[in-house]
């Protein structure tokens, strides 16, 4: 079956570092964009990062443009989030989540991991 692990999460200062990790199985993973998302108490769930198949493109919400980088291990059928100077605004769960390349839609996740920033 289809599987996304994330993990990597935790309780961070302002201005530290987490690296998440989304280790994927049960899919041709080279066949897939992948994409990181957050949702924070309150607030909607928001597109963080993605990054394609092919690796040719890479796509990040302003707010975290500069700060996080999204790449991928085939050998590992992982995906990572690096993420650098945090801020408590980032503080949400972050999730992994799968599309097709030829798809619209991402249609597997995963259960998401915590990020805590603190001030």
């Known amino acids: 079956e289809v599987q996304l692990v994330e993990s990597g999460g935790g309780l961070v200062q302002a201005g530290g570092s987490l690296r998440l990790s989304c280790v994927t199985s049960g899919f041709p993973f080279d066949d897939y964009s992948i994409a990181w998302f957050r949702q924070a108490p309150g607030k909607e769930r928001e597109a963080v990062s993605c990054?394609?198949?092919?690796?040719?493109?890479?796509e990040y919400v302003d707010s975290v443009k500069g700060r996080f980088t999204i790449s991928r291990d085939s050998s590992k059928n992982t995906a990572y989030l690096q993420m650098n100077d945090l801020k408590p605004e980032d503080t949400a769960v972050y999730y992994c989540?799968?599309?097709?390349?030829?798809?619209?839609?991402?249609?597997?996740w995963g259960q998401g991991t915590q990020v805590t920033v603190s001030s």
């Open positions: 990054i394609s198949a092919s690796r040719r493109s890479a």
């Open positions: 989540a799968t599309k097709r390349s030829s798809g619209s839609n991402f249609g597997n």
